[in-house]
Antibody, heavy 118, light 110 residues
């Protein structure tokens, strides 16, 4: 069974950084892309970027370049996203999601709420 | 970026048909495959894949869900609507980067 388990909720101060994790199981991590997505309360879903589990190759939404950095640890089948210089506009739920071969999102993590507040 | 446009809400009665549309600013077909996908999201939950590549039913999804369309016009149909289907539905394209989603259609009961 494919599973994506995300780390817990984060409360961070403005200007700080946070690192989110997405631990996977049930499939060959290095054969798939992993995407990260953002959803502000009551809002649309935004695609942040993706990373290939095999070689760590990345693609980013221009909107999130400089804000998000995606990495993977193949040894633990875990994907990570660093968010830097956090502001209130970064308060949102962040999802990781596996991409199937035609780049639709077939499995999702449960989401993690990031709250930026002093 | 490819823009996807959905109506914000749709009111429907139980056991009736719901038709949710998604229009794209560019053609999302390549060599006969529509890079258009549909998701269901309930409050406090992650989205769930319903339909991929325009019309293919995802694993475990009931047959009352179906997808159709091509090019720039796509439709998600739920027939008949059940109480458990009350949720927000999103379309998403994967023809180009960045991947983009529609604004979502909230399915409500009449």
């Amino acid at each position: 069974e494919v599973q994506l388990q995300q780390s817990g909720a984060e409360l961070v101060k403005p200007g700080a950084s946070v690192k989110l994790s997405c631990k996977t199981s049930g499939y060959t991590f290095s054969n798939y892309y992993m995407s990260w997505l953002k959803q502000m309360p009551g809002q649309n879903i935004e695609w942040i970027g993706d990373i290939y589990g095999g070689n760590g190759g990345t693609a980013y939404n221009q909107k999130f370049k400089g804000k998000a950095t995606l990495t993977v640890d193949k040894s633990s089948s875990t994907a990570y996203m660093d968010l830097s210089s956090l502001t209130s506009e970064d308060s949102a739920v962040y999802f990781c999601s596996r991409e199937d071969n035609n780049y639709y999102f077939d499995y999702w993590g449960q989401g993690v709420m990031v709250t930026v507040s002093s | 970026d490819i823009v996807l446009t959905q109506s914000p809400a749709l009111a429907v009665s139980l056991k009736q048909r719901a038709t949710i549309s998604c229009k794209t600013s560019q053609n999302v077909d390549i060599f006969g495959i529509s890079y258009m996908h549909w998701y269901q999201q309930k409050p406090g939950q992650q989205p769930k894949l319903l339909i991929y590549e325009g019309s293919n039913l995802a694993s475990g999804i009931p047959a009352r869900f179906s997808g159709s369309g091509s090019g720039t016009d796509f439709t998600l149909t739920i027939d008949p609507v059940e109480a458990d289907d009350i949720a927000t539905y999103y379309c998403q394209q994967s023809k180009d980067y960045p991947r983009t989603f529609g604004g979502g259609t909230k399915l409500e009961l009449k």
